[in-house]
């Protein structure tokens, strides 16, 4: 167990990638990989929630995904149900307070409406923010909060000089949140896959080679521990 009094970041965001991989290496169907994907995130989110991060960003559908195959699709928000239902009295116990990033209008109505009760039914508790981006794409939230601001100019509610970070913040999913202090893609891939890019501005990131099925909370625990030894400089010189 780490140190209390090490440097822990207050937000991390993970793009949990490679389940695809994962499956397709052990002859499995991608479904399979999947479903060890989400045995890997009950124990990331049991560990964060110990060690006391403040808020952990998980992303879990994206705005694209829909571009992968019917079967992919359906299995992907069977598990998404499946999860909510089976893990939400142990998030409620252990005081997780869920929150959805995302266009929620476009799921399912079962998936919407598991989504919707577990952000209601934690929104209260005090202990680690569990944010889970479904149907998320940051392209079309940082629009809908440029959307939201021009109707309330055009309303005569706000004058286009008014308009700044804390405003445009406001409208995000993440609202009244930290900014990503630091971001983890698994799997090898590079990329940011149009997650968080605005409140990504300063996060320090991290690509781990391992696939998300393989990730432990001993590569978590690594990562937190390298992160401590990072120097942010936010444009600075080096102290
Ligand atoms: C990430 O794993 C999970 C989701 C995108 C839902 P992938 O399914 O993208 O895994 P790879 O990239 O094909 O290995
Ligand atoms: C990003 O992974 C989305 C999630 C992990 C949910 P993808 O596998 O969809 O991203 P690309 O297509 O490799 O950029
Ligand atoms: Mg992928």
């Known amino acids: 167990m780490r140190q209390k009094n090490e ?19 052990h002859s ?12 890997t995130l009950r124990e990331i989110v049991r560990y964060a929630s110990d060690v006391g991060i403040e808020v952990l960003s998980l992303y879990a559908f994206s705005t694209e995904n829909w571009r992968r195959s019917k079967p992919e699709v359906a299995a992907l928000m069977a598990l998404i149900l499946e999860f909510f239902r089976s893990e939400i009295d142990e998030l409620h116990a252990n005081r997780v307070r869920i929150r959805i990033l995302g266009d ?3 799921l399912p109505g079962l998936q919407r409406d598991a989504v919707h009760a577990a952000e209601q039914k ?3 508790n005090d202990g680690l923010q ?4 479904l149907n998320y794409g940051s392209r079309d939230e940082i629009l809908r909060a440029v959307r939201a601001l021009a109707q309330q100019v055009k309303n005569g509610n706000l004058q286009p000089e008014q308009i700044d970070a804390a405003r445009f913040e406001a409208l995000l999913y993440t609202a009244g949140q930290p900014d990503v202090d630091l971001l983890i893609r698994t799997s090898g891939e590079y990329r940011l896959s149009n997650f968080l890019l605005y409140q990504n501005a300063y996060a320090e990131l991290m690509f ?3 696939l998300w099925p393989d990730f ?11 992160f401590g030894k990072r120097d942010r400089r936010y444009g600075g010189r080096a102290t």
Request: no cysteine; net charge neutral.
């Open 28 to 39: 499995l169907a991608v479904a399979l990989g999947h479903r060890k994907g989400v045995e």
């Open 130 to 133: 569990l944010n889970i981006a």
């Open 7 to 25: 440097q822990l970041p207050r937000h991390v965001a993970i793009i949990m990638d490679g389940n695809g991989r994962w499956a397709k290496q």
């Open 104 to 106: 929620t209008d476009a």
């Open 208 to 210: 781990p080679e391992v």
């Open 122 to 124: 934690t929104k209260d």
């Open 216 to 226: 432990t909370v001993q590569h978590f625990a690594q990562a937190l521990a390298d």
